[in-house]
């Protein structure tokens, strides 16, 4: 497995939900993140939150074909998961509507995975040596650093962390055990070579500390949805075996 696999496989499990109720936190909102990988075009997802429930746009790269000529290919929404995070139930739609029905039910076991992985109870934490770094100004906003090298040693990789200091508590961690002791949030985080070469970044911003009436409603629905489903309990495998292209195309949301 190559490095860059299995950062990604790694860092899904570091992200954790954590309670911050001692401290003022954004309970809901609309959230980007962002992989990057070289050479590979950026990929940007979206969350929303909404106390103990959150939406997840869930993408997947698409193409189009006719006579071997490919006519369209993308990396676009195919559905949208609602999560409710205190009784793992998953929900899947094909809009962001309060007027959709869920095609899907099913109940998140211990070990799935389904983008992030901050829907774990238990906190996941760093247990490599931490070293501070210099400060970084990007876009006029001061930011820590941290460095650690625990693992991917062998290939002379390490992981930087930005931290933002200034900005609300939320829901999302990356790392317990950094955010702990520096009491600031990990907005941003990069595995780079031993010449400071970028070879995978994850970063994520909250873009909306409010939502919608819309997407309020949507909530609203879907959490009723979720209660009184008569759809069939399905596993996370099952689901995993429909066809992206068997789905209708989601209409386009705008943020």
């Known amino acids: 497995m190559s490095p860059v696999i299995s950062f ?3 860092f899904s499990l570091l992200i954790t939900i954590n309670s911050c109720s001692a401290q003022k936190i ?3 909102g609309v959230l980007n993140y962002y992989y990057f990988i070289p050479d ?4 940007e997802n979206v969350i929303l939150f909404k106390d103990s429930a959150v939406i997840l746009e869930m993408k ?8 071997d000529t490919t006519l369209y290919s993308g990396y676009d929404v195919y559905k949208y998961t609602y999560l409710d995070l205190t009784t793992m139930r998953c929900q899947d739609y094909n809009n962001l509507s309060d007027t959709a029905k869920p095609y899907t039910n099913y109940v998140l076991k211990h070990n ?3 983008t992030w992985n901050f829907y ?9 040596n931490i070293i501070f770094q210099k400060d970084t100004i990007i876009d006029n906003l ?22 933002e200091c200034n900005g609300k508590q939320n829901i999302f961690h990356v790392d317990t055990t950094i955010e702990r002791k520096t009491k600031c949030k990990i907005i941003r985080s990069d595995l ?29 629905r879907w959490k009723i949805n979720a209660s009184e489903t008569s759809l069939p309990l399905l596993k996370l495998s099952d689901v995993e075996k429909i066809r992206i292209d068997s789905l209708p195309i989601p209409i386009k949301v705008k943020y």
């Open 192 to 220: 780079v070579d031993s010449n400071g070469v970028i070879k995978f970044s994850f970063r994520y911003q909250i873009i909306r500390t409010k939502l919608r009436e819309d997407e309020e409603r949507v909530f609203t």
């Open 40 to 43: 590979r075009p950026i990929t």
């Open 120 to 128: 774990k109870s238990e906190k996941i934490e760093t247990k490599s």
């Open 26 to 28: 954004n309970k809901a």
């Open 142 to 163: 001061m930011y820590k650093r941290i460095k650690t090298i625990k693992r991917f040693e062998e290939e002379g990789l390490e992981y930087i962390y930005y931290l």
């Open 60 to 67: 997947a790269v698409k193409s189009f074909e006719v006579n």
């Open 112 to 114: 799935d995975i389904i």
């Open 8 to 10: 990604i496989i790694f």
